[in-house]
């Protein structure tokens, strides 16, 4: 079971079976119950009871765009919400494998707090692109960016894992980083293509699922 963003859900997939949880999912030979909402990943504790509630041998949660797109909250807020999501999901799930994901490669939001909003001059060109309204002065204070969420989420799960030896932390740009933006840039800036969904599928593939991932053995 998979928890994340729109980039979760799909969008800009070419097709349900393509998205990149679903083709991780094939590609590893398990079942998925994909929950990823678009513009919905943002540490809501109704969230967590689903997941909670839901029988799952394996799961995944990938957390940063909506947080900081949405300008949700503040650094000192962050930890804690992190901290509750994960304490509701082991409430149910107490030994099941864990992976906790931060966000892909996404340059409009590395440094540049959100909100992030339409790009008016792509929309008069007939073009869906996205940008960054924040201020990166407002970092020190406590607001947001994908390089903050990554850091903190680090270490929460590090803190965790101490007395949890089967919660586990991905890097996001293990699976979406330079490299791969550099060869496939975001369309919109926040959305992977369908190429990239495959790709993403591939790298989280080989990171879970073989050699001593954490899915290996349980899958």
Same mark, same amino acid.
């Given at each position: 079971?998979?928890?994340?963003? /729109?980039? &979760?859900?799909?969008?800009?997939?070419? /097709?349900?079976?393509?998205?990149?949880?679903? *083709?991780?999912?094939?590609?590893?030979?398990?079942?998925?119950?994909?929950?990823?909402?678009?513009?919905?990943?943002?540490?809501?504790?109704?969230?967590? *009871?689903?997941? *909670?509630?839901?029988?799952?041998?394996?799961?995944?949660?990938?957390?940063?765009?909506? #947080?900081?797109?949405?300008?949700?909250?503040?650094?000192?807020?962050?930890?804690?919400?992190?901290?509750?999501?994960?304490? %509701?999901?082991?409430?149910?799930?107490?030994?099941?494998?864990?992976?906790?994901?931060?966000? #892909?490669?996404? =340059?409009?939001?590395?440094?540049?707090?959100?909100?992030?909003?339409?790009?008016?001059?792509? #929309?008069?060109?007939?073009?869906?692109?996205?940008?960054?309204?924040?201020?990166?002065?407002?970092? =020190?204070?406590?607001?947001?960016?994908?390089?903050?969420?990554?850091?903190?989420?680090? *270490?929460?799960?590090? &803190?965790?894992? %101490?007395?949890?030896?089967?919660?586990? @932390?991905?890097?996001?740009?293990?699976? @979406?980083?330079?490299?791969? @933006?550099?060869?496939?840039?975001? =369309?919109?800036?926040?959305?992977? &293509?369908?190429? &990239?969904?495959?790709?993403?599928?591939?790298?989280?593939?080989?990171?879970?699922? %073989?050699?001593?991932?954490?899915?290996? %053995?349980?899958?």
């Amino acid at each position: 079971m998979h928890h994340g963003s /729109s980039v &979760s859900h799909g969008s800009d997939a070419a /097709s349900p079976s393509t998205t990149w949880p679903a *083709r991780a999912a094939a590609l590893a030979g398990v079942d998925l119950v994909n929950l990823g909402f678009g513009g919905g990943a943002l540490l809501d504790p109704f969230t967590a *009871r689903a997941l *909670r509630d839901t029988p799952a041998d394996l799961l995944s949660l990938k957390f940063g765009i909506n #947080l900081v797109n949405a300008d949700l909250m503040r650094l000192r807020a962050f930890g804690p919400a992190l901290h509750g999501f994960l304490d %509701t999901v082991r409430e149910g799930h107490p030994e099941t494998p864990l992976l906790v994901i931060p966000a #892909l490669h996404c =340059p409009l939001h590395e440094d540049t707090p959100g909100p992030a909003a339409f790009d008016p001059a792509a #929309l008069a060109e007939g073009r869906l692109r996205f940008r960054a309204t924040g201020d990166p002065a407002g970092v =020190p204070a406590g607001r947001l960016t994908l390089r903050t969420i990554r850091e903190e989420m680090a *270490r929460v799960v590090a &803190s965790r894992a %101490t007395s949890d030896p089967h919660l586990h @932390y991905l890097d996001g740009t293990e699976l @979406y980083g330079a490299r791969d @933006y550099a060869a496939d840039p975001l =369309p919109d800036e926040l959305h992977p &293509s369908p190429a &990239s969904h495959l790709r993403i599928a591939e790298h989280f593939a080989a990171a879970a699922f %073989t050699g001593t991932g954490p899915f290996a %053995t349980r899958a």
